[in-house]
């Protein structure tokens, strides 16, 4: 007994010798000790949007060759901004943007800056055998469907939009989100917008009280329902509905059109609406022609000045700089891989603004365009 | 035996402990005391810091209207956890109505019955059941589970919607799937400590019972049962504090829906799930996080409660049994 | 010879259908098991390769996605961590409710309490600590390695005191009595005799633990964060199994996922190997 203790802690120890040798051959990977040059080096860490999760952990992986790194939480966005104006983070990941409650709180310690990164569709997606994907849809009848008031799919208010196709009588299955996230208030957001019942019974926020449906959780648990549930109808983002091919609804925009959600059409969202000064906006419902109508931005929530705010050391300046600047200049052109749609010129150059103007402790923040 | 061998130089008996060793003991129950009273130290400040972080939402709502409400309306910003507790204690039921005996009839087998070189591995392979990661079992309910048992969930409802809490139209993910995966989760763990108590019973006893004529499931029943009924009750405790606990598995496949569900098979809501899904996005809005957090002192007290039902129930029945020295008391 | 009691038919039917009964509940436990197993097998496998396990997770969406080594390597070091912390406690607390509290108020009280606290959902002891020590920035740091240790060994607190007392009470009263009589001082008693008999219950019970702590993501979510790349240094945000596949899980990129089940699948092979080794210790006797 004792001989096989000995064996036990032997064995423990060498492991444990292995694992430390291992793992020391290897240093180079954490903290500040920049293998670009001072030029990036540094750790930024952030949080925040599960939305936009893909984009920064994509351009994280591409900096750390400058000798960045870029430590990034999909938490959803209301956790990002809560960290941000706790300290925990440098940058906050956001879809919508910070409500005045939130800005005020944050004011403790600085001035929030939003800088828009790019923008996504929210397609609303089917599982319906026969029928293709373009299936004419306007905000007032998936209000409809939403609320339960339209129950089969042959519904005459579904056939009026939809005149050329045979729809089956089946049961409409609606599947909504359970847990809190920005793809539900920019979804919300569309519907009050055309149906004042869906106003006043449920509203829009980023979670709501549904009226009928079943619940998944995140965008994978939605798309993943939608798969199982043969006559299921919801909303996921873009890059799901690719992931899964679904079939999609052409929604009716501002303009009167049925607009499919595209790259381009998400983009264009994006123009010809209206941007003030603070760069918070949303785009959902675009007055654009081109437009599709439920599409959602997202932003990098900084301070104004990080450094003095307490959330980022003067050695890890570089990195975030070299990330928002990546951000908004040649991180770009990656977003159409992604799914996602980049920010069209105007807006763009309005970002490029406001990550010029942020500072470190006074002085500009630095890092690499 | 001489006085004289037991006595060394100086007339000390040797049987007579050193001054020293009484050291020993009284370290020994200094720091085993201190721990204990740390333990509850720590419980205690645990519990205060959740309160103070919950009050925002106590204060907006009341303790029992919190608790009591029957609507959970996060854009209206109204709190009533009534659904998330119905739905707790639900799925926890289920868990422990399939599980435990599920749990303890394995261990009984593996004890008793089963042919002695399969018994390490077939133990074994049920501790295997633990090993799986929450998520890992609550994505296999998603994936597998509801779409394969929707088929027979609707039979069943049809068939016996006499019974009450039957009937009607099935939901994918429903209370059931949720107790079901309760219950997968603490099978692992009741079956293994059961197995500990079970194979400690006195050979003596079992012997006894069978001398007597008893057959196998009598003795079961005469002897073993009795002597392992208080180490099969903790075994099942911490079964039914994992279910009442299990937080992601949940999550996914119970629908989320804060409502109170008419039947078995609608969805419903825990306590434990709603904290996972809102936490993230609600940590920067003040009277939602608190809630929250009310949400899990909650779910504390329930356990509190639930704990201490249980406890009087089992010492009940233990009190008149206990006739050995050597039974384990409660 | 005198002859044996006649069992009846209806005894006899009686113990057959307890036998079947008995059988079927471990069949039926059974089940899930081999289920899951196969499942994960089959979404998993395909992800195992070299790079897989000796590689950092790039946290690129596209392109070279890399493996999961530092998710391998945290989870070791904190679970190892956490069941340092955890099992003293536990073990020690367990000790004092059998040798010394037994049925006193203040036993009865501390019992009821641990028995409460393994109801609590894994999220607020992630919570709890997130409140207490990462908002607080001890030690220097916002999210740090060993906070999530101490969140998962505050998971795993309460099963190891519970389990360890079931066990350590089974130990006979007359093996403690016989030790005492031989002169052997408590502490002896309990070192030499006591323990180690209820070795292979203990083990048990923090295997469990051990399991259930490996496999949680919530009490890591606020505290120990995630990081791409191998970081020993427990001090700052560290990287683990449980919060890899809870991220990859979600994304819409088909490797990606299926590297989540990958590293679920070596999750459970770990977890297995762990298992198999700890048995092997800590085999002893039993008490009959």
Not at chain 1, 118 to 140: E, H, M, P, Q, R
């Amino acid at each position: 007994m004792k001989s096989r203790q000995w064996l036990a802690m032997a064995a423990a120890s060498v492991l444990a010798i292995g694992v430390a040798a291992c793992g020391s051959s290897n240093n180079d990977n954490a903290g500040s000790t920049g293998g670009g040059g001072g030029k990036s080096s540094g750790t930024a860490d952030g949080a925040g949007s599960t939305f936009a999760a893909p984009i920064y952990q994509q351009w994280g992986s591409t900096l750390k060759g400058d000798g960045a790194t870029i430590n990034y939480q999909p938490v959803g966005s209301g956790a990002g901004i809560a960290q941000l104006t706790a300290g925990t983070v440098a940058f906050a990941g956001s879809d919508p943007p910070m409500k005045p409650e939130e800005i005020s709180a944050a004011k403790k310690k600085g001035d929030p800056v939003h800088i828009p990164v790019a923008f996504g569709a929210i397609t609303v997606s089917y599982n319906l055998s026969g029928v293709k994907s373009g299936l004419k849809l306007d905000g007032a009848t998936i209000a409809d469907i939403f609320l339960g008031k339209v129950k089969k799919w042959n519904d005459p208010e579904i056939a009026k939009l939809n005149p050329g196709t045979s729809l089956p009588s089946s049961n409409i299955t609606v599947i909504h989100r359970s847990d809190e996230s920005g793809t539900t208030k920019g979804f919300t957001d569309f519907l009050q917008s055309y149906s004042s019942e869906w106003k006043s019974k449920v509203g829009s926020d980023k979670t709501v009280k549904w009226p009928t449906g079943t619940g998944a959780k995140g965008n994978d648990g939605v798309a993943a329902a939608i798969k199982q549930t043969a006559g299921s109808i919801g909303y996921v983002e873009q890059a799901y509905a690719l992931q899964n091919n679904f079939t999609t609804a052409d929604v009716k925009n501002q303009s009167g059109k049925f607009v499919a959600p595209s790259l381009e059409s998400t983009t264009a969202a994006g123009e010809g609406v209206k941007v003030p000064s603070n760069l918070q906006f949303t785009i959902i419902n675009s007055p654009n022609p081109a437009a599709y109508p439920i599409a959602s931005q997202t932003f990098l929530i900084v301070y104004k000045d990080d450094c003095k705010a307490g959330v980022l050391k003067k050695a890890d300046a570089p990195a975030l700089g070299t990330f928002l600047n990546y951000a908004v200049g040649q991180g770009q052109s990656v977003l159409g891989q992604l799914q996602y749609a980049k920010l069209p010129s105007a807006i763009q150059t309005k970002a490029q603004d406001a990550v010029k103007g942020l500072q470190c402790n006074g002085s500009p923040l630095g890092g690499s365009a | 035996m001489e006085a004289r061998s037991l006595e060394l130089r100086g007339g000390r008996s040797l049987l007579e402990r050193s001054p020293l060793s009484g050291i020993g003991d009284k370290i020994l129950r200094w720091v085993l005391t201190a721990l204990a009273a740390g333990i509850l130290a720590l419980i205690a400040f645990f519990f205060i810091r959740l309160y103070v972080e919950a009050k925002p939402a106590f204060d907006r709502f009341g303790i029992f209207g919190f608790t009591f409400d029957n609507n959970w309306d996060v854009s209206r910003q109204i709190f009533g956890a009534l659904p998330l507790v119905v739905g707790t204690l639900i799925t926890s039921a289920v868990a422990l109505l399939i599980g435990v005996p599920v749990a303890v009839g394995t261990a009984l087998y593996v004890t008793e019955f089963a042919p002695r070189p399969i018994r390490a591995v077939l133990s074994f392979t049920i501790e295997l059941l633990a090993a799986f990661p929450s998520v890992v079992l609550g994505l296999w309910g998603v994936y597998v589970l509801i779409p394969k048992l929707k088929p027979a969930e609707q039979w069943f409802s049809d068939t016996f919607s006499f019974l009450p809490f039957v009937g009607g139209p099935v939901a994918g993910p429903n209370y059931f799937i949720g107790g079901l995966l309760l219950a997968i989760m603490l099978i692992p763990i009741v079956t293994a400590i059961s197995r500990e108590v079970i194979s400690t019973v006195p050979a003596e006893h079992k012997e006894a019972a069978l001398a007597l004529g008893a057959t196998r499931w009598e003795m079961i029943k005469m002897a073993v049962l009795p002597y392992s009924r208080a180490g099969i009750t903790g075994a099942a405790m911490l079964g039914l504090g994992r279910a009442i606990g299990e937080t992601i598995a949940v999550t996914l496949v119970i629908g989320n829906a804060p409502q109170i569900g008419k039947q078995l098979f609608d969805q419903g809501y825990t306590l434990a799930a709603v904290i996972a899904n809102e936490f993230g996005e609600a940590a920067s809005d003040p009277v939602h996080r608190a809630a929250l957090i009310a949400a899990g002192l909650v779910l504390f007290v329930l356990t509190l409660a639930v704990n201490a039902i249980a406890r009087l129930l089992v010492n009940r029945g233990v009190h008149g049994r206990r006739a050995t020295k050597e039974a384990a008391p409660a | 010879m005198t002859a044996m009691p006649v069992v009846s038919a209806r005894r006899r039917r009686s113990d057959l259908v307890a036998r079947g009964l008995l059988a079927t509940a471990a069949i039926v436990a059974l089940i899930p098991l081999v289920l899951v197993l196969f499942y994960l097998v089959k979404k998993g496998a395909g992800a195992l390769s070299g790079t897989f396990f000796s590689s950092d997770p790039t946290g690129a969406f596209l392109g070279n996605q890399g493996g999961v080594k530092s998710a391998i390597l945290g989870t070791i070091e904190l679970v190892a961590l956490a069941t340092a912390i955890a099992v003293p406690l536990g073990v020690g607390v367990a000790l004092y409710l059998t040798e010394y509290g037994r049925d006193k108020p203040f036993a009865k009280v501390v019992r009821y309490f641990v028995d409460v606290m393994t109801g609590v959902p894994s999220i607020v002891f992630g919570l709890f600590i997130y409140i207490t020590l990462v908002l607080t920035g001890v030690s220097g740091t916002g999210f740090a390695g060993w906070k999530g240790s101490v969140a998962l060994a505050l998971l795993m607190l309460p099963v190891v005191t519970r389990a360890s007392e079931v066990v350590l009470l089974l130990v006979p009263e007359s093996l403690r009595e016989a030790a005492l009589a031989l002169g052997a001082p408590r502490w002896r008693v309990v070192a030499r005799v006591v323990l180690p008999t209820a070795l292979p219950g203990i083990v048990t019970g923090t295997l469990l633990a051990v399991a259930r702590a490996a496999g949680e993501t919530a009490p890591l979510l606020f505290t120990s964060a995630i990081v791409n790349g191998t970081n020993f240094n427990l001090n700052e945000r560290t990287n683990s199994l449980p919060i890899q596949i809870f991220n990859d899980i979600t994304q819409p990129n088909n490797q990606l996922v299926e590297r989540a089940w990958g590293a679920a699948l070596t999750l459970v092979l770990m977890i297995l190997l762990l298992t198999l080794v700890a048995r092997l210790v800590s085999r002893r006797s039993r008490l009959t």
